[in-house]
């Protein structure tokens, strides 16, 4: 079976930094497209960041310059390491993964709360 568990969200002020961290088993996460997704209340869910199998890494223009997605092949772990925080990044953040060939995102973590005061 394939589990997503993400941690590292926390409460910070507005320009304070956070490293979300995504450990996964059951998947070898070298292998795989990785992204990260949020969602804040009443709000759709959008994506953030993502890192390819042959390490391409993509993010929305939201974040771009702020946020840096990785990933340490060792631990079999994404990160998301956000700097820069502004209130309007509070969300939900969700890991996810898909394999290469699909179209949806077959695996999600169960999320971890990120809430930035202004």
């Known amino acids: 079976q394939v589990q997503l568990v993400e941690s590292g969200g926390g409460s910070v002020q507005a320009g304070g930094s956070l490293r979300l961290s995504c450990a996964a088993s059951g998947v070898t996460v070298s292998k795989i497209y990785m992204s990260w997704f949020r969602q804040a209340p009443g709000k759709e869910r959008e994506g953030v960041a993502t890192?390819?199998?042959?390490?391409?890494?993509l993010y929305s223009d939201f974040v771009k310059g702020r946020f840096t997605v990785s990933r340490d092949n060792a631990k079999n772990t994404l990160y998301l390491q956000m700097s820069s925080l502004k209130p309007e990044d509070t969300a939900m953040y969700y890991c996810a993964a898909r394999w290469p060939s699909d179209t949806r995102f077959n695996y999600w973590g169960q999320g971890t709360q990120v809430t930035v005061a202004s």
């Open positions: 890192i390819t199998s042959d390490d391409r890494m």
